[in-house]
């Protein structure tokens, strides 16, 4: 079944400068659903305001959405729902948890371009490691940032490059795991998934090595 986003995008791509009013007439969702899936998808680069229409009354100017010239151009979200369905189907836990790390791997050692002598945390103190897997991390779009705190150090990835296809596909949030666990040659606990900072931004955050009771 179809995902509201994907919904949304649908809709887009038939109708370009659509109000999120006719969106949610149109799709049977809350103009407040809508608008919060529209924020999402702009925040990923997938649908942007191309241009505001007249307003209705003395009220402000209606905005009108459009899907971006990137979204339109490619279809890689599809291959990569098609690619990851076929390779995942009918595994055990333990063989989809072995595929999983596999694709973690390659995506540290191939996507990352990480030198050999850094593959898997090997090179430098745990520091060092988390400022090295940041920089990595962030050539792969995943906006990340790493604290100190005195529970654990703590990586917080700003953006999901795989967003798009995450409904369809929530073991990407242990693909994540998997990932950050080559990059710094620790354990990593993942402690909020797609929680909202005070800016209303979306983030996820991991805790890195062995963390301390509660």
């Not at 007249?54 to 009108?64: S, V």
Request: charged letters at 20%; a positive charge.
């Amino acid at each position: 079944m179809p995902t509201s986003r994907k919904l949304i995008l649908e809709y887009l791509q038939h109708k370009p400068l659509t109000a999120a009013i006719e969106l949610s007439r149109a799709l049977k969702m809350t103009p407040a659903n809508v608008r919060h899936h529209l924020r999402v998808l702009i925040e990923e680069g997938a649908v942007e305001v191309a241009e505001q229409g007249l307003p209705r009354g003395r009220g402000r100017p209606i905005l009108l959405y459009s899907l971006t010239h990137q979204s339109q151009s490619h279809n890689l979200d599809g291959l990569a729902h098609a690619l990851l369905k076929t390779h995942l189907a009918d595994r055990s836990d333990e063989e989809r948890s072995l595929a999983l790390r596999q694709i973690a791997s390659l995506l540290a050692a191939g996507e990352a371009r990480l030198p050999a002598t850094q593959q898997a945390g090997q090179s430098g103190n745990l520091a060092h490691r988390l400022y090295q897997a940041v920089q990595h991390l962030n050539e792969l779009g995943y906006q990340a940032r790493w604290e100190a705190h005195s529970q654990a150090p703590r990586l917080l990835l700003g953006h999901c490059p795989y967003a798009a296809i995450l409904p369809e596909h929530p073991e990407l949030c242990q693909v994540d795991a998997y990932l950050l666990e080559s990059l710094i040659g620790e354990p990593v606990t993942q402690t909020k998934k797609r929680a909202q900072d005070s800016r209303g931004a979306r983030y996820c955050l991991f805790l890195a090595g062995k963390t301390n009771p509660q």
